[in-house]
């Protein structure tokens, strides 16, 4: 079974950054695809940015330009660099890993890391 521990979160004040890292047991390799996830409460779990190997990344509109995902296969993690933070992106962070094998298709779950981002 895969296991994905994501580490990072915490409070800032608006404007500041915080950096994510999200450490997979399996090799990233073995994924097709990674990425992270956020649900605020009361709200839905929505896309943050996310990238299949060897193809596109994609990123929500409303954190382009702020956020960058990123992987360190040194580390064996994906990353995701938040700059410019605002109190809107103060949710439950997940990281998530999609992987393709013999028919067979699973995506795994990491347990949640908090942003709280205060005005």
């Known amino acids: 079974q895969v296991q994905l521990v994501e580490s990072g979160g915490g409070l800032v004040q608006a404007g500041g950054s915080l950096s994510l890292s999200c450490a997979a047991s399996?090799?990233?390799?073995?994924?097709?695809?990674m990425g992270w996830y956020r649900q605020a409460p009361g709200k839905q779990r929505e896309l943050v940015a996310d990238?299949?190997?060897?193809?596109?990344?994609n990123y929500a509109a409303s954190v382009k330009g702020r956020f960058t995902i990123s992987t360190d296969y040194a580390k064996n993690t994906v990353n995701l660099q938040m700059n410019s933070l605002k109190p809107e992106d103060t949710a439950l962070y997940y990281c998530y890993a999609h992987q393709v094998h013999s028919g067979n298709v699973a995506r795994y779950w990491g347990q949640g890391t908090q942003v709280t981002v205060s005005s």
């Open positions: 399996a090799s990233i390799f073995s994924f097709n695809a």
């Open positions: 990238f299949t190997f060897g193809a596109s990344t």
